[in-house]
């Protein structure tokens, strides 16, 4: 889980092929019209993501032997909504400043989400709470020690 551009998709298929389970994305997941408007540089709104983290649940509940998806999953309410499909998903928070994530998403390419919608997410992002099933970690380590110390501090 975590912003765009914070790396979410490289760890998550990195953390796939070492637990030797399916990955998925959950930007894939999007209906056309979620896409159109953050392409427009319109964020989502709680309605917009409702059907998506459904379609992410149900990949969720599919694959309780294993799996991993890189998905926002910002507030803990769409933590809660995911968690309704399967209770035992763990979180993996790639944390970082948004200095750094504005850097990385300025070098990527090909992807519809556009710079100018980071401030909103990162306005949006509520961090795992104690309590919830999840380890955070900071984005400024390679994918190796990113994936390493997730597995290490695992619940």
């Known amino acids: ?13 990195s953390l796939a092929g070492r637990l030797r389970v399916p990955f ?28 998506w983290l ?26 809660d909504q995911l968690r309704r499909h399967c209770p035992t998903v763990e979180f993996l928070h790639l944390s970082g400043p948004p200095d750094v994530i504005g850097r990385r998403q300025a070098y990527r390419t090909g992807h519809f989400m556009p710079s100018a919608l980071l401030r ?11 309590e ?10 390679d994918i190796d020690t990113i994936v390493a110390d997730y597995l290490a501090r695992r619940r």
């Open 54 to 79: 459904e379609l992410v649940g149900q990949w969720l509940s599919a694959h309780t032997g294993g799996g991993v998806i890189g998905c926002s999953a910002l507030k803990r309410s769409y933590r």
């Open 132 to 141: 919830e099933r999840g380890v955070t970690v900071d984005v400024g380590q």
């Open 120 to 130: 909103s997410q990162f306005d949006t992002l509520e961090p795992l709470a104690p």
């Open 24 to 51: 998925a994305d959950a930007d894939d997941f999007h209906p056309d019209a979620n896409i159109t408007k953050m392409t427009a540089g319109i964020p989502l709104t709680d309605t917009d993501r409702y059907p």
């Open 1 to 13: 889980m975590g912003v765009s551009g914070a790396g979410k998709s490289s760890v998550g298929r």
